[in-house]
């Protein structure tokens, strides 16, 4: 098909912190030098933010560095940090407050805010605009294109309009072709870009597998006398004693509101676990349920978290472009913080880019400059002092792992002289159905606890009728035959929306697929045991439309 197309020297994929970051600094540094650079970013949610979900806690140094005046500037940072409370939940109903200085050091939060990062996103993206920006929320880069060097060329927006037999709908209208000097993918947690493009240039050897967690948050409006402002909670321990590791949070935000969650490392063996029934029984804890109680539930979400760390960070440039933030996997899992560390990566990305396109350097080439950037900043340092963080609670455990992590960052400084590693992908820890009891969950409350659906509706999910689905099956038979047969499907319990179920069709068992739910978690992508499951985009402005989460 001869399609329309655009040009711009950078072209960015998703419009999260880390891109709007690159956006932002790269014009900054254009308008510093007189000098004319032309930036789109493509963004496959509703409107800038509508995707986006994280705890979240923030460290603002990297604002510092981009905004020096985002204090006066309307910023939504809000909510300074004013308490620190860590808690080892030993049952349902029993805890132990962990004494501060037996806390790593990098779980301390003085001077940091508790935000809503979406909205920190629409805010950057405003003063992205202002730069010069433009912004195209609403549609999703669906493909790569390449030059005939084999070098990235740009992008593809998803054509819209067509029925999920591929045919075209009274409202068809075909994608458009983006052209640049240089793609950035700074797409989130498993972007289907980044994964492509990370296969495809081999980025990754010789690092250490990609590892995961699921994270869910609710957010609650709660009596004013449960509320205590700047008040952070984090835990660990109960409910994840059956094989599973993670943490749980719990933040208090402005106008009466907390943002509770739960962090499951997809790495465990058992597969009748059930992370979203794991996060509805968190929430009945009495160290939880204390701010929770006669509070409203008005927001529920879920993604998956980019947590392998240093050890496991790709080459960062490629023939074209760049990765960045979490499509790379920039997370600092020891401060349990992301979201610097991709603005971070974005600067560093804006800065390589600048150089290249102001010496001329011609488009296509990789901008291996990348990497000598990195490695002489406060990120690589950062991501150098965590590297053992997730390895050693993997290894060993919450408690031996956590004893080990306050020596490594307490006594160390994160610089201990052995490097842990963890070599095995999240997927392949899946174990047998048979080697393990079910997990019989309770019902749910509907005061603290509640079910898939009713949790769905509150992400404000939807996807045009009719289109085809985003979740690809390599091989239909494998959900039936393998996973079914050998552990239970999983995907009926992992995925926290119910898109997967296994029905019964004339006596025989039938696996279904309801991508309307799909809250772009990307979970199934990461945890099937067959790796059977590959997420792309759906038409854009599917999904979910995530308010202040």
């Not at 970051?21 to 014009?27: D, G, H, V, W």
């Not at 490594?408 to 070599?423: A, C, M, S, V, Y």
């Amino acid at each position: 098909m001869e399609r329309e197309s655009m040009e711009f020297d950078v072209v960015i994929v998703g419009a999260g912190p880390a891109g709007l970051t690159t956006a932002c600094r790269l014009m900054q540094i254009a308008q510093d030098a007189e000098k004319e650079i032309s930036v789109c970013v493509v963004e496959k949610g509703s409107e800038v933010g509508a995707h986006i979900l994280s705890g979240a806690v923030f460290e603002p140094k990297v604002l510092d560095e981009l905004f020096s005046d985002w204090r006066e500037t309307g910023a939504p940072l809000n909510t300074a940090v004013d308490h620190d409370d860590i808690y080892m939940l030993s049952s349902a109903l029993e805890s132990k407050t962990v004494p501060p200085s037996f806390v790593p050091k990098t779980m301390h939060n003085h001077g940091n805010y508790i935000i809503s990062v979406g909205n920190l996103a629409r805010w950057l993206a405003e003063r992205a605009e202002d730069l010069g920006v433009e912004i195209f929320p609403g549609f999703a880069a669906s493909e790569l294109l390449y030059n005939e060097d084999g070098s990235v060329k740009g992008i593809l927006i998803g054509d819209m309009g067509i029925d999920e037999n591929g045919e075209p709908k009274d409202s068809y209208m075909p994608g458009m072709e983006l052209h640049a000097k240089y793609t950035v993918l700074s797409e989130g947690c498993r972007g289907h870009l980044g994964k492509q493009i990370i296969e495809k240039y081999h980025l990754d050897n010789g690092k250490t597998s990609q590892h995961y967690g699921l994270g869910f948050k609710e957010i609650w409006k709660v009596p004013s006398e449960q509320h205590h402002l700047g008040k952070v909670v984090h835990t660990g321990g109960w409910p994840l004693n059956s094989g599973a590791s993670g943490g749980g949070f719990l933040y208090h935000l402005e106008d009466n509101q907390v943002a509770v969650g739960l962090i499951i490392d997809l790495n465990y063996q058992n597969p009748h676990i059930s992370p979203f029934d794991e996060f509805q029984r968190y929430k009945t804890h009495p160290v939880i349920s204390q701010y929770l109680k006669d509070g409203e539930r008005i927001s529920y979400g879920a993604r998956a978290i980019t947590k392998g760390g240093l050890n496991s960070l790709p080459k960062m440039s490629f023939p074209g472009g760049l990765v960045i933030g979490c499509d790379a996997g920039t997370l600092n899992f020891a401060k349990i913080k992301g979201t610097h560390t991709a603005m971070k990566s974005g600067m560093l990305a804006a800065e390589t880019l600048a150089e290249g396109l102001m010496a001329g350097i011609e488009g296509g080439k990789d901008l291996d400059c990348y990497q000598a950037k990195f490695d002489e900043s406060w990120l690589a340092d950062e991501l150098y002092k965590s590297r053992n963080f997730g390895p050693a609670m993997h290894k060993f455990g919450t408690l031996l792992g956590g004893a080990f992590n306050y020596i490594d960052q307490n006594w160390f400084g994160g610089k201990f002289p052995i490097t842990l590693r963890d070599e095995a992908p999240d997927y392949a820890q899946m174990a047998d159905a048979s080697a393990f009891d079910k997990i019989e969950y309770p019902k749910p409350d509907g005061k603290l606890s509640f079910d898939k659906l009713s949790s769905v509706y509150l992400s404000s999910t939807y996807h045009e009728e009719n289109q085809p689905c985003h979740l690809k099956l390599k091989d239909k038979e494998i959900p039936i035959s393998v996973n079914l047969a050998k552990f239970d499907e999983p995907a009926q319990r992992y995925c926290p929306a119910g898109v997967y179920e296994i029905i019964e069709e004339d006596n025989q068992p039938k696996f279904v697929i309801n991508s309307q739910n799909c809250i772009h978690c990307k979970t199934c992508d990461i945890k099937d045991p067959s790796q059977n499951i590959t997420w792309v985009t759906p038409e854009g402005g599917g999904g979910p439309n995530y308010p202040n989460m």
